[in-house]
């Protein structure tokens, strides 16, 4: 079996031992992702909804590293320092995909790294 590492520059890089996705024949498992901006490594900055958005942003640019899109998303899961924003993470989540929308499980976290709200990872599988 082949690990075929995915890095991309549009996407925050790697701040530990691990790499941004690992492509294994079709499927593609993306890291996870916090909304920290690829060009400054740093959080964006504004509201919550903000923060989302970089998020998947993010893990779209890593999808697309590895030739595909979040179409191609079968499990997402989101990781919250606040449950109160999930309601938000659906209404975002809307705008990035489209029926069938892919399966997910959401959590509460007591702390993400740098300090994040919201973590999210995916699992995609590439068309054929």
Known sequence: M???????????????????????????????QIPLAPSTMTLVNGDMASQIRQVFDNLRAVAQAAGGDLTDVVKLNVFLTDLT??????????????PPYPARAAVGVAALPKGAAVEMDAILVLPA
Request: aromatic share 12%.
């Open 2 to 32: 082949v690990h075929k590492v995915i890095n991309t520059p549009h996407a925050p890089q790697a701040i530990g031992t691990y790499s941004q996705a690992i492509k294994v024949d079709r499927t593609v498992y993306l890291s996870g």
């Open 85 to 98: 924003h999930f309601t938000l993470v659906n209404e975002i989540m809307a705008d990035y995909f489209q």
